[in-house]
């Protein structure tokens, strides 16, 4: 009994020492259902979301607690909504992608809302994009998913205030009253990706996906 009380302990004292992942964190669902909608003048609203990463890209969004594609659809889900009676609008999610190149993670999203007539026509359109690098990245497959889920927090929150400008700018003809909304937010700035983009900068991918 005494030998077996002496293995526990050592091993337990093991397990406490290795480890030189981070803490799993709480990872929750993205979501903009607290702010006002983006009422359209049509009759439905579409999201396509076949967007892929091409192959042969160094893509790791899939294995962020939150994919950027899903955190795009959920945004699409919560601020857009039909309030018309004919017509259509597609939202197409044209990037999802966060890019491993080297030691830092470069991240990107593109939208286009587009508006079709009931004829099938395209009418109007808007397009919204965003981009930001992180380089500080703990080491170990957990630390990739902290900065992966960090980045696409980020990025999902700049799209949001993004998406909605070109919204209030390029489609204010099909844009019903939103009662009383906020102020229109300014747009993203956007920077060349060899300059950190405006965020938290992150350090070198380490460990296994």
Do not use: K
Request: hydrophobic share 40%; charged share 20%; net charge negative.
């Amino acid at each position: 009994m005494r030998r077996r009380f002496v293995l526990a302990a050592l091993l337990a004292g093991a397990l406490a020492g290795c480890g030189s992942d981070p803490v799993p964190e709480n990872y929750p669902p993205l979501s903009y259902s607290y702010l006002l909608p983006l009422r359209l003048n049509v009759a439905s609203i579409d999201i396509d979301d076949s967007w892929r990463p091409h192959p042969g890209t160094p893509d790791v969004s899939l294995y962020s607690p939150v994919r950027p594609l899903d955190a795009l659809r959920q945004m699409a889900q919560d601020r857009l909504v039909a309030a018309g009676n004919a017509g259509r609008a597609v939202l197409h999610i044209d990037d999802a992608s966060i890019l491993h190149i080297g030691d830092r993670l470069d991240g990107h999203m593109v939208v286009t809302l587009n508006i079709y007539t009931s004829d099938g026509t395209r009418s109007a359109y808007a397009e919204a994009q965003v981009a930001r690098r992180t380089t500080d990245i703990p080491s170990g497959p957990a630390g990739l998913r902290a900065a992966l889920y960090r980045l696409t927090h980020e990025m999902a929150d700049d799209m949001n205030v993004e998406l909605e400008f070109q919204v209030r700018r390029s489609l204010r003809d099909w844009l019903l009253d939103t009662t009383q909304g906020p102020a229109v937010p300014a747009p993203v700035i956007q920077q060349p990706l060899d300059q950190p983009a405006g965020g938290s900068m992150l350090g070198p991918v380490g460990g296994e996906y």
